[in-house]
């Protein structure tokens, strides 16, 4: 009987228990170094080993040469790297935009700033490709009209740097304005609309490329840079990449 009585005050008492607020008053922190005097785990090193090993050889086996060194800074208006990178891309995006759409791409715009790294002299890797593009950039194609391309123009004639450009021709004046705009070898149409390469950081105003908007429609390949990168070195025995008259400024 006794139980059965005190049995209602237990319940009573646990809910009023459970319905206390809880408070954290203090949190207590201890630093831990990281060092070379950190054991691994033997047998998380045994089991990673093999994938490891395997990453790497895919990384580092060669599959082109550079007989020179590159380098993004060779160059006021265009360089020789950035040439290769733009060049690229057009060559590598335009079958699988074909294939998907039945046009070709007019011309391909990246980024100075998306240049992350040399192309040494010497052999060169997939991992090659990872150094220059480590980012997840991938190639998208703007339809874009011709009025919204010689916002494109404004941009490179106002820019500073060398941003990478393949399929048009852009010559300016010594006075930095605007001498010729050729796309595939034709002049610059304000009516006419064009398919331009570029990636989706840039297309979605990166480095404030905002003349990609508004656009008539947009493509997504689903091809990262770095992997048009590979495909480009895979295809080829030695890379030769040179500055030319892409985008030159007139001296007088």
Known sequence: MLIKRLFPLFIILCIFAC???VHLNKIKGERLSISDSLVGDPDIEAF???FRDHVNNDLDSVIAYAPLTYSKTNGEYN???GNFMADAVLQESNPVFKQRTGKDIDMVILNYGGIRSIISKGD???RTAYEV???ENSVVVVQLPGKQVQLMVDYLRESTKAQPISGMKLTLN?????????IGGEPLNLDK???VATNDYLYNGGDRMTFFHPNDSLYVLDYKIRNVLIDYFKKIDTLQPVRDDRFTKLNN
Do not use: R, W
Request: hydrophobic residues 35%; proline residues 7%; negative net charge.
């Open 193 to 195: 609309t064009y398919h």
């Open 48 to 50: 990673i080993k093999p």
């Open 133 to 135: 593009m480590p980012f």
């Open 124 to 126: 060169i890797t997939a």
């Open 174 to 182: 010594s006075d930095s304005t605007v001498n010729e705009v050729l």
């Open 19 to 21: 319905k206390q607020e």
């Open 79 to 81: 360089t020789a790297i």
